[in-house]
């Protein structure tokens, strides 16, 4: 019979093969379970048995088999646990990108990114007509050269100046990039999982840097009751704790790491979703979990004025819509001439790789 044949769609048809599928759940679950291999492969056995993931071909424990013969997790001799492996690790990260960035592809919202032109390393699409003071290896001679055959024919063929078109470049900033993400308890509070997105993003702009601005450096400071710095490696495993939120702590190492860079480019951004609420004075907490504090807030002012005379600046991205918290980052924010996003969780990513993306570009004369 000629016609149209329907059935119910099933997302196992699209040609991946079994594994592949399975690995890319089991990679986003490793995002939620902090690295937890154990805990990942509870909640995939748990996921086959409501959505059928596996078949009578091919079941959970020939994943679990495949896993290891490919390189993606290891059994520790020591303490008898399974664990990930840099391979996976770097895995995630790629992953990571690619679930922000394909975000930022489909996005039908207007962005208003300026790049400005220079003599620098990525060609412009467009062509501009010849200026006095334009040097010689910036005339594009292909399209000069269509432009004199329309203008003057191919029979007295002559090539004028009116003729000429200009193909600029851009030049990429190298820059020195702190990223400081809040691992206070308020992370998980209220029942949402904040510090998943963060850990992504963390990732993805890890990767990206990485890979397509290997000259950049980016550091990563986490900051709760204290503020420490940790190694790409270990996002993954990057987890809340009982922690008060001491943005002085993470602004102040934030400063010491990029004293000691060289690129002349440096920022800080910021994700948090609270107030500031810790202080650490001699060997003691200051704490104060019930409004913003005057005495810690002044602090992080200051801090945000010396960021501003030492150039470098502060991008808060602020997952909290309280107006108070608002008011407290606008003045912030305005004391370190810096930027200020409220974003929400599923567009943290957006944010955070545009302005960096817009931020690479200079204009260099």
Known sequence: MIGFHFKRYDPNEEGKPKF??????????????????????????????EYQLTDDEYGMGDFIEDLRDKGYIDDNRQTGEITITPKTEQGIRRRSLEEI??????TKQGNHDTFKPGNGDEINPETRPFLFGDQLEQIDFTESIRNAQINHGIESFNMQ?????????????????????????????????????????????SELI?????????????????????EIKDLPYLQVGPYHTNTVAGLELAMDILRRRRNSNKQIFM????????????????KNSFGLDRKITS????????CKKLKIPITTFMIASDPYLQRFVNEFTETNNGKAFFASLDRLGS??????????????Y
């Open 351 to 364: 944010f955070i790789f545009r302005d960096f993306e817009s931020g690479k570009r200079k204009t260099v």
């Open 210 to 230: 990485t890979t397509k601005y290997p000259k950049d450096t980016l550091d990563i400071v986490v900051f709760g009751n204290d503020a420490w710095p940790v």
């Open 299 to 306: 602090r992080c002012l200051n801090l945000a004025a010396q």
């Open 20 to 49: 592949d599928q399975l690995l890319d759940i089991f990679m986003q679950l490793l995002s939620y379970t902090n690295g937890d291999v154990g805990e990942a492969l509870q909640w995939m056995n748990q996921l086959d048995k």
């Open 101 to 106: 960035f394909g975000k930022l592809k489909k």
């Open 161 to 205: 100046e009116d003729d000429l078109k200009i193909r600029e470049t851009d030049y990429k900033a190298q820059t020195s990039t702190v990223l400081m993400i809040d691992i206070s308890h308020s992370m998980i509070l209220y029942g949402e999982d904040r510090i998943t997105p963060a850990k992504k993003v963390a990732m993805a702009l």
């Open 271 to 286: 994700i948090t979703d609270g107030k500031p609420t810790c202080l650490k004075v001699g060997k003691r907490y200051y």
